[in-house]
């Protein structure tokens, strides 16, 4: 059953660090800037992910709080965690599998020797942020994200460099702000 | 490469430069704080003569929050997670309603490009270390710039305000398709 066979490839490991290169294209198939940077992640609720290029962002979350912080804009913003927890990606790095398949369909789009593509369509259409979500793993582990939103951009996210239960400070999940940029404590979702 | 600001207001070539600027787009990040709440979105501003599409995306996978498609008289906002267009004959109702803020397009057009929009009244606020000024109830200050072309620049960082409303926006690239 796919699920299953999704549910083994996204468990068996606690933390996880990638490099990744991401591409935009619009409805219309143009070409956005790519962008370039790496993350990692510490289930059950811990992610770091930073953008390098083609500008600096960094995205925390210690599971409690989650901060965005833009170097260029001086600002770094501090939310509740559980706004964001429950987006397609941050359910699948983080192998949440029963709330996988609450929401999402999952079927085998194709196995060839290492190489294995799932497909997640949304169970419900209107409520999900993805209308597609595909994931090509090799050997086993996650090597690209390819992200269909509702408007028509699809967002390609190619993983390298990629590490299993690597040893992750927990310094890399807590975020203090410079002293000379704005800081906003956002309650709000 | 931003360039430190030159002494405001751009001089009468600068603004000629502008208003021959005809198709262009620019990417940037931006930043909308109101009293509660802060959002921050890429944005990508792409201009052909009157027509203006203006895409929001936001997250670390980019997801696209909203695509304003529009020209004067007429925009059309499509918002993530909603398959319905929403259509007005201006933007700022429509975004208000959509997105929690708004931008008065028609003149932002002008203000992020670095001048008050010609067709419409204003005071410039003194000050030496940027170009300030007023406009249709907005507070607009070009904090850096960037070289676009020889002796031409453009915003990098700007800042309009508008009663509660602060939209803070950087500009990574310009491209002037010369």
């Known amino acids: 059953q796919p699920l299953d066979q999704l549910a083994s490839l996204l468990s068996g490991y606690d933390r996880f ?5 991401q591409f935009v294209t619009n409805e219309r198939g143009e070409r956005g800037e790519s962008s370039t940077g790496h993350f990692a992640i510490a289930r059950p609720d811990r992610f770091v992910w930073i953008t390098e290029t083609p500008f600096p962002q960094e995205i925390i979350s210690d599971g409690e709080y989650i901060w965005i912080y833009d170097p260029d804009l001086e600002q770094a913003t501090r939310k509740p965690a559980d706004e964001n927890t429950d987006s397609a990606p941050a359910l699948i790095l ?15 789009l194709q196995q060839q020797g290492d190489m294995v593509v799932f497909e997640l369509l949304p169970k419900q259409s209107g409520e999900a942020m993805f209308s597609r979500v595909r994931l090509l793993f090799k050997d086993s582990v996650l090597s690209e994200l390819l992200l269909d939103d509702t408007l028509g951009q699809r967002s390609m996210i190619q993983l390298s460099n990629q590490e299993l239960n690597p040893e992750l400070a927990d310094e890399l999940f807590s975020f203090d702000p410079p002293d000379d940029i704005d800081v906003i404590l956002d309650a709000s979702f | 490469c931003s360039s430190t600001p030159r002494l405001p207001p751009p001089d009468t070539d600068e603004q000629q430069f502008i208003y021959r600027m005809q198709n262009w787009s620019m990417d940037g990040r931006i930043s909308i704080t109101q009293t509660d709440r802060t959002d ?72 992020i490009r670095g001048i008050p929009d010609p067709t419409r009244p204003h005071q410039v606020v003194t000050n030496e270390t940027s170009f300030r000024f007023q406009q249709q109830g907005w507070d607009v200050d070009i904090l850096r710039y960037q070289e676009v072309t020889p002796g031409n620049r453009l915003p990098s960082r700007l800042r309009m305000v508008h009663n509660g409303l602060t939209v803070n926006l950087v500009i990574g690239r310009w491209d002037l398709n010369l």
């Open chain 1, 17 to 21: 660090k990638s490099d990744f290169e």
């Open chain 1, 94 to 108: 983080n192998g949440r599998i029963h709330e996988l398949d609450r929401r999402y369909e999952v079927a085998l």
């Open chain 2, 40 to 111: 921050t979105a890429r944005v990508s501003w792409d201009q052909q003569q009157a027509d203006y599409r203006i895409d929001l995306t936001a997250g670390p996978f980019n997801q696209t929050v909203a695509i304003m498609t529009g020209r004067p008289g007429r925009v059309e906002i499509q918002v993530a997670g909603e398959d319905d267009r929403y259509v007005a004959r201006s933007p700022e109702a429509l975004m208000q309603a959509l997105l929690g803020w708004n931008l008065p397009v028609s003149h932002a057009v002008w203000w």
